[in-house]
């Protein structure tokens, strides 16, 4: 089962990126998913979850209102809008899908990681 995150880049304060994680092997129609992200010396945070159908949304409290996660299930792709960048979003991202059908913060509950892609805000 591999998960890939990709859409990262380099974008000035203020600015939007938008994030796609995408499963090969296995499809996550059923799972909940989350994006969480990893500063260089901080530990990994949970940032964004989505319930398996999209009916419910979770989020960290410091990116409510400026990230969306969203989900196809047709395409077996989840996606996350950032919006209103902050210099603080810099990090790695992962996505990562859960054991459980609901979303989920803990990190625990997810046991399908993938490969990150660097998100940096910068002038």
């Known amino acids: 089962v591999q998960l890939q995150a990709f859409g990262g880049g380099l974008v000035q304060p203020g600015g939007f990126l938008r994030l796609s994680c995408a499963a090969s092997r296995r499809t996550f129609t059923n799972n909940g998913v989350g994006w969480f992200r990893q500063a260089p010396g901080k530990e990994r945070e949970f940032v964004a979850g989505?319930?398996?159908?999209?009916?419910?949304?979770l989020y960290k409290d410091s990116v409510k209102g400026r990230f969306t996660i969203s989900r196809d299930n047709a395409q077996n792709r989840v996606f996350l809008q950032m919006d209103s960048l902050q210099s603080e979003d810099t990090a790695v991202y992962y996505c990562?899908?859960?054991?459980?059908?609901?979303?989920?913060?803990?990190?625990?509950?997810?046991?399908?990681w993938g490969q990150g892609t660097q998100v940096t805000v910068s002038s």
């Open positions: 989505i319930s398996w159908n999209g009916g419910s949304t």
């Open positions: 990562a899908g859960a054991r459980t059908a609901a979303v989920t913060s803990q990190s625990e509950l997810y046991n399908y």
